[in-house]
């Protein structure tokens, strides 16, 4: 994808430094052949100077860089560079998502991001908890993407999931015309610049704080098996799906101690859990029942037999049972069924 290579260019750069600066660069950015970075703290200590001296000779290397004929012979690849930024991202990018379409090595991802920082035919804006590290080549394209990516952060509720195509679809009606110019791997590139909007495992979108994106204990990788299967599952079931979901080691008896706790499933049925959120009412066939015929008033038996199960997965027989308890229900002349005064 790029015509230079990094460790080459770099090296010739640092060459026209005195070797204190040089050093301070190299160890600062991980140019060593370990790749290994180092604070300006730790670099000060091992020349004992202040972290703050350490930042001055940082700072008078790259602009020692930037005026040398050096780099003005070898402008072309930082124009090359902008260039990249543009083609892949539109002219805004984030830095992480750069770096790895760029290379998979670590030493030589220092040294593309040492020549990033020495380049100035584009700009980088630092990381907030708003938006990740990023470089961009127009600020007026950069503004419109983040307040885009805010503008659809703003539009998601706390735990909402929604699909890629979603996504994509909400932030191309903030991008406006913008949207047109760029194909969906740049939208998905821009979506990758916000650190408050994520993806979960299983590819579906919502705010990176969520449990449902940030996805930490069985609980969650539970309720994404779940929400996928969209039914009620056995908690057995629920286990081995979180294995092959996942790669996640669930036990069956922790998956249904971590579901019995969590108020986002209900149990409908022996051992057989739904999401609460598809509106099942939680409690024993006995607390429906009250539920139901509070809110309908008096049911015929196929009636309340028909709700129920629409709540509970359990057998007509157990529903029956459970209405004979006369303290809490009672049978009307016409046949039907209320709640006892």
Do not use: C
């Amino acid at each position: 994808m790029i015509s230079f290579k990094p460790k080459q260019i770099s090296k010739t750069l640092l060459d026209v430094l005195p070797e204190r600066a040089r050093d301070v660069l190299e160890k600062r950015y991980g140019l060593n052949a370990k790749g290994e970075s180092f604070t300006l703290e730790a670099i000060g200590q091992s020349y004992g100077i202040t972290r703050e001296r350490v930042r001055q000779i940082e700072n008078y290397g790259i602009q020692s860089i930037q005026k040398s004929e050096v780099y003005k012979k070898h402008y072309e690849l930082f124009i090359e560079l902008q260039k990249l930024i543009d083609e892949l991202g539109g002219g805004i990018i984030a830095e992480h998502v750069l770096l790895d379409e760029l290379t998979t090595d670590e030493t030589t991802r220092n040294h593309l991001y040492f020549l990033l920082v020495v380049g100035d035919p584009f700009y980088k804006s630092k990381e907030n908890p708003q938006y990740a590290h990023r470089w961009f080549t127009e600020r007026r394209v950069a503004d419109n993407v983040e307040k885009a990516l805010k503008n659809v952060r703003k539009g998601l509720s706390r735990d909402e999931l929604v699909s890629e195509s979603e996504i994509i679809s909400r932030f191309k009606t903030e991008l406006s015309d913008m949207a047109e110019a760029h194909n969906e791997e740049v939208l998905k590139r821009w979506l990758s610049i916000s650190k408050e909007i994520g993806r979960n495992p299983l590819g579906d979108w919502g705010p990176a704080d969520s449990p449902n994106i940030r996805v930490k204990g069985i609980r969650d990788y539970a309720y994404l098996a779940v929400k996928r299967h969209g039914s009620p599952m056995h908690f057995r079931e629920v286990a081995e799906t979180i294995n092959e979901l996942f790669g996640h080691k669930a036990h069956v008896a922790t998956t249904h101690n971590e579901l019995i706790k969590d108020e986002r499933f209900v149990l409908v049925g022996r051992g057989l859990y739904a999401l609460t959120e598809w509106g099942y009412t939680a409690g024993v066939v006995k607390d429906v029942l009250r539920e139901i015929l509070q809110t309908e008033g008096p049911l015929s038996r196929e009636e309340i037999i028909d709700k129920v199960r629409k709540e509970r997965y359990v057998k007509d027989n157990t529903i029956l049972v459970n209405l004979q308890d006369t303290n809490l229900f009672k049978k009307l002349s016409n046949g039907t069924f209320a709640i006892a005064d």
